[in-house]
């Protein structure tokens, strides 16, 4: 059957430190793979789109890789801040008509 | 740019009632709508697919006589939870995209639905 699975369900970080969060796929062949940002209450926040032939992309603090054939992606915030807390949630398209699937998110608490 | 509403930010209906839900995209047109579903502390649950001008898709073990979707144009999709019952108060989430195959998508704000 198909799964997204994302490692930790909530992790607790020290500012400062750099953290990794980890979306594990089985039984998808995506063409690209997607990270979002959500806070309590609203709606996910886009972060990230990698796609199949990329192996790492880069946005300021963070960084996304995508390993097509360990079927796997890694989310890294670097230098991490109390306003990075939030669930960080992959996602990723299940074949045509931009249909994505999530993952059940990462809650990431970081502490001052 | 690339901004989604939602109305009405949240919602409290009595059993058996129906509530509309809209989803607007302010500054883009979206052939494509989706809408998704949250219970507290899970995932998105991906609901249906709403085409404008067509009728939605919905997902696997989604009732589309109980969630009604209208994509009445490239800017609105509406989401009626038809008699609605306590099992059924969710965050309720849409999102579009500017019509490009593999672009992002922008999601609304939610709407949270609570049924007595």
């Known amino acids: 059957s198909q799964k997204i699975e994302q490692n930790s369900e909530a992790l607790n970080i020290q500012e400062g430190k750099t953290v990794t969060l980890t979306c594990n796929y089985t039984?998808?062949?995506?063409?690209?793979l997607q990270w979002y940002r959500q806070d309590p209450g609203r709606g996910p926040v886009f972060l990230l789109l990698?796609?199949?032939?990329?192996k790492e992309k880069r946005k300021e603090r963070l960084k996304v890789t995508f390993d097509t054939t360990l079927k796997q992606s890694l989310f890294h915030i670097t230098a991490s801040q109390p306003a990075d807390s939030a669930t960080y949630l992959c996602a990723l398209d299940s074949g045509g008509y931009n249909k994505l699937i999530f993952g059940a998110g990462t809650r990431l608490a970081v502490h001052p | 740019g690339a901004v989604v509403s939602q109305h009405p930010s949240r919602v409290i209906c009595k059993s058996g009632t129906s509530v509309k839900i809209e989803c607007r995209s302010l500054d883009f047109q979206a052939t494509t709508m989706f809408w998704y579903r949250q219970f507290p502390k899970q995932s998105l649950m991906l609901m249906a697919t709403?085409?404008?001008?067509?009728?939605?898709?919905?997902e696997q073990g989604v009732e589309k006589d109980k969630f009604l979707i209208n994509h009445a144009s490239l800017t609105l999709s509406t989401l009626t939870v038809t008699s609605a019952h306590p099992e059924d108060s969710s965050f309720y989430i849409c999102?579009?995209?500017?019509?490009?195959?593999?672009?992002?998508?922008?999601f609304g704000p939610g709407t949270r639905l609570l049924v007595l």
């Open positions: 999102s579009a995209n500017p019509n490009r195959v593999g672009e992002t998508q922008y």
């Open positions: 039984n998808y062949s995506p063409a690209y």
């Open positions: 709403s085409n404008e001008g067509s009728k939605a898709t919905y």
């Open positions: 990698i796609r199949e032939n990329e």
